[in-house]
């Protein structure tokens, strides 16, 4: 797939020409990283925006006590992110790491600002893009402030299952390698809480852990669990 054909497939470039595209994918850059790679650090100047063209990004952040959390997880084909080095251009708030062996699309702030002002539907694709985010975290901060750990670890497999799922004969198995770790991070609990109910998930077959992935057996359980509380 060329650069422009790959552009139009995303939600931040939908509904551009082919012209448009192809004059932006002249100023993309393609960058590899491998897995664990640091892709930018808290703290590190904000001068490009990412896209994903393969691969699994994860965005954290630092607490005061040495602690991840994670922000999110992204791995779909032109999931952005970065993207507040657009508007501001201040340092980054959080750090990016490859949790596989990734391939990015980058370009540059001003650049990318120049493109907005000469098409409009840029512009608002780019404020969508932002909208759609802003309502993730909004709805990450009321879960992780008002339910308890089993409803939070349930509501998270299955949006990783619907983000990263595929389809098995036996469920459907999250393809990330994210660790308990990590996934604890992502619900803000402790690893041993999070295992915890993990465990509770596994006695009940709603779920199978081999060889560092989640399987989703009952995923009607799960949703269960979700409005239980």
Do not use: C
């Amino acid at each position: 797939m060329n650069m422009t054909d790959f552009l139009k497939t995303t939600d931040l470039f939908h509904g551009l020409s082919d012209v448009t595209l192809k004059r932006i994918g002249q100023d993309v850059m393609e960058r590899h990283f491998g897995q664990g790679e640091i892709i930018f650090r808290e703290g590190d100047p904000g001068r490009v925006l990412y896209l994903v063209k393969t691969g699994q990004v994860r965005i954290f952040i630092n607490g005061l006590d040495g602690t991840e959390t994670s922000v999110i997880l992204l791995g779909r084909p032109g999931d952005i992110f970065g993207e507040l080095a657009v508007i501001d251009g201040l340092p980054r708030s959080a750090t990016a790491v490859s949790m596989e062996a990734t391939i990015l699309y980058t370009i540059n702030r001003e650049t990318f600002r120049d493109h907005m002002r000469q098409n409009p539907q840029l512009a608002l694709n780019f404020m969508q893009e932002l909208s759609s985010k802003v309502r993730h975290n909004t709805r990450q901060i009321d879960t992780l402030t008002s339910l308890p750990v089993p409803q939070r670890l349930a509501r998270k497999l299955m949006e990783l299952a619907q983000d990263y799922g595929r389809a098995e004969s036996k469920g459907v198995i999250i393809n990330t390698s994210l660790t308990q770790s990590q996934l604890a991070s992502l619900i803000g609990a402790t690893r041993e809480s999070t295992n915890k109910a993990l465990r509770e998930f596994r006695q009940r077959d709603w779920i199978l852990m081999e060889n560092g992935r989640i399987t989703i057996l009952d995923p009607d359980a799960l949703r269960t669990q979700i409005t239980a509380y």
